[in-house]
């Protein structure tokens, strides 16, 4: 897994397009921006279909402020791209530490 995110990492327009799908699939209602409800669904449904410990409502808010670089209370798509970049390159370092 972390030398796939390794490859798309490396290939701007590849990362590019893997973040718009994600991007559009959490902009429900097609605005253009993720809102705090549709954020929220999204960090569910992404803890949800990977097994992960389902985040509180804090976290969750706490998680979109950190995101919410301009801090208008919403995410737009620039914004989203440097979060899954981010959540990109911790995966990549999970991975090789628990190879070691």
Do not use: H, W
Not at 58 to 71: A, R
């Amino acid at each position: 897994m972390d030398s796939y995110l390794k490859i798309v990492l490396a290939d701007e327009n590849c990362f590019t397009a893997i973040a718009k799908a994600v991007f559009n699939r959490a902009d429900e209602d097609k605005s253009k921006f993720i809102d705090p409800d549709e954020f929220r669904k999204m960090m569910l449904g992404i803890t949800q279909e990977y097994n992960l410990p389902t985040p509180t409502d804090k976290t969750i808010i706490e998680t979109m402020k950190k995101v919410d670089l301009d801090k208008n209370g919403t995410i737009e798509f620039d914004e989203f791209k440097e979060f899954l970049r981010n959540i990109f390159q911790q995966a990549i370092i999970e991975a090789e530490e628990e190879k070691q």
